[in-house]
């Protein structure tokens, strides 16, 4: 099974300032095929998940240009440039390379 | 716009049953992989099970296998969850979820509780 590490897993942010939550994976996310199935969602208290991020650093339609993905492998990161009010919540990280697919452990992101 | 609504969610015993179902609308269903990913109070997500866009390609993880038993009616365009001889360790909320290998969407989810 593939265990997904999340650090920091507390993110204390003032706002307009930048953010980055790192997500490792205990096995490489490169599929058979070449494609690395790694994705980021935002929870908001009460609500669903939602996703951000595909593929390491496709955008979702309506995800504003502040939010980047970057990695490969094993390691992968996800940048908020700038932190508005709306961004507070849990960021997930996910693999959907390797059955069982797994979760990181959640980053509660707050402002400062 | 994707919709997917969860129901049949609510309080068991231990050792019961229910049957959690997923109405989808606004998307070709027949086409898509679906899942259900479930949340423990105050906890993480977890994936519990996916299929394929015709039903016989089924996965779980091992901690519901035996138990749990995903299916999918692509003429009625839903997804079901029969969940039996539940555990308190299943308490959760069961999200039904469009894709398999990283959700596009989500539903607001259905609470099964299960305590005696």
């Known amino acids: 099974e593939v265990v997904m590490t999340q650090s920091p897993l507390s993110l204390p942010v003032t706002l307009g300032q930048p953010a980055s939550i790192s997500c490792r994976s205990s096995q490489s996310l490169v599929n058979s095929d070449g494609s690395t199935f790694f994705t980021w969602f935002h929870q908001r208290p009460g609500q669903s998940p939602r996703r951000l991020l595909y593929r390491v650093s496709n955008r979702d339609s309506g995800v504003p240009d502040r939010f980047s993905g970057s990695g490969s492998g094993t390691d992968f990161t996800l940048k908020i440039s700038r932190v508005e009010a709306e961004d507070v919540g849990v960021y997930y990280c996910m693999q959907g390379t390797h059955w069982p697919f797994s979760f990181g452990q959640g980053t509660k992101l707050e402002i400062k | 716009e994707v919709q997917l609504v969860e129901s049949g969610g609510g309080l068991v015993q231990p050792g019961g049953s229910l049957r959690l179902s997923c109405a989808a609308s606004g998307f070709n269903f027949s086409a898509d992989y679906m899942s259900w990913v479930r949340q423990a109070p105050g906890k993480g997500l977890e994936y519990v099970a996916t299929?394929?866009?015709?039903?016989?390609?089924?996965n779980y993880v091992d901690s519901v296998k035996g138990r749990f038993t995903i299916s999918r009616d692509n003429v009625k365009n839903s997804l079901f969850l029969q969940v039996d001889n539940l555990r308190a360790e299943d308490t959760a909320v069961y999200y039904c979820?469009?894709?398999?290998?990283?959700?596009?969407?989500w539903g607001q989810g259905t609470l099964v509780t299960v305590s005696s």
């Open positions: 979820a469009r894709f398999a290998r990283g959700p596009a969407d």
């Open positions: 299929i394929n866009q015709d039903g016989r390609e089924k």
